[in-house]
């Protein structure tokens, strides 16, 4: 049974509590009477670092309202900081990103805390059904911007060169441009950025399409000296790692053998 069938089936008891689940990147889905309520995951921004990085309050009001525990969500209502629909809001977007994340192909095993609880879990209620069609939309989207998801966790930088004479861009996707340094993924800006990590991941695949961004090369193992080539040290049976023949199907007879590379090291000397 896969995690998001383990998942379905704790909702479809009613379940209340955490379920951890293990993995890349691993994080937890907090269920009330069979419904999400929350869910958090270490490479998604939350609600305090999306409130706090938007400006909508500060550092110091988030940690001393966190510090309340259960009653946070009611100090950032009843005092004015927010109101209800700002922080549903907000709780919305942190909870299905962190979902759509810890659900995704690099979701381990899950293990579950029955009565464990969150301070947000209350304000959100999403049924299964309705969350498994929100993160199947989701996936479908990402597909369509751009098929290949290895760019979601490569390290992104902006082209050297455009292919337009004019180009308009949202804030999120100049500030993901603005912020690509060749170092960090999607998911690293959108912590760096507090924003949605859906919404950035999303545009990183766009601006890839549109040739905006890019991830560096990837990396090759070293190719084998040419001395070694012509002295015929390589191994007689089998492909070289990350040689042409080690991206074919061939049988390993159909690689070049020691006598050819000899016979063209000696039509090298004569030159």
């Known amino acids: 049974m896969g995690t998001i069938e383990e998942v379905a089936q704790l909702c479809g008891t009613g379940a209340t509590g955490a379920a951890h689940v293990s993995g890349r990147p691993g994080g937890t889905l907090h269920l009330v009477a069979g419904n999400l309520g929350y869910a958090t995951c270490p490479s998604v921004p939350g609600v305090g670092r999306l409130l706090t990085a938007s400006g909508r309050i500060d550092a110091a009001t988030w940690d001393a309202v966190s510090a309340r525990g259960p009653a946070a969500a009611r100090e950032l209502t009843g005092n004015g900081h927010l109101t209800a629909g700002e922080l549903q809001l907000c709780v919305r977007s942190a909870a299905i990103d962190a979902a759509h994340f810890v659900l995704g192909p690099g979701a381990g095993a899950l293990t579950f805390a029955a009565g464990t609880r969150h301070p947000f879990d209350s304000l959100l209620g999403t049924p299964f059904a309705t969350l ?140």
Request: proline share 12%; glycine share 4%.
């Open 132 to 271: 498994e069609r929100e993160l199947a939309r989701r996936t479908s989207l990402l597909a369509e911007a751009w098929p290949d998801p290895a760019v979601d966790s490569a390290p992104l930088v902006p082209a050297p060169r455009v292919r337009h004479r004019r180009i308009t861009l949202t804030d999120v996707q100049w500030e993901l441009v603005a912020n690509a340094d060749g170092r960090r993924s999607p998911l690293d800006l959108a912590s760096r950025l507090g924003r949605s990590a859906f919404a950035v991941t999303l545009d990183a695949r766009r601006l890839v399409a549109a040739g905006l961004l890019s991830a560096p090369p990837r990396s090759f193992p070293p190719a084998a000296p040419v001395a070694a080539l012509l002295a015929g040290e390589l191994p007689r049976r089998g492909p070289m790692p990350g040689s042409p023949w080690a991206r074919r199907d061939v049988r390993p007879a159909d690689a070049p053998s020691t006598d050819v590379l000899l016979r063209v090291r000696d039509a090298l000397g004569k030159l």
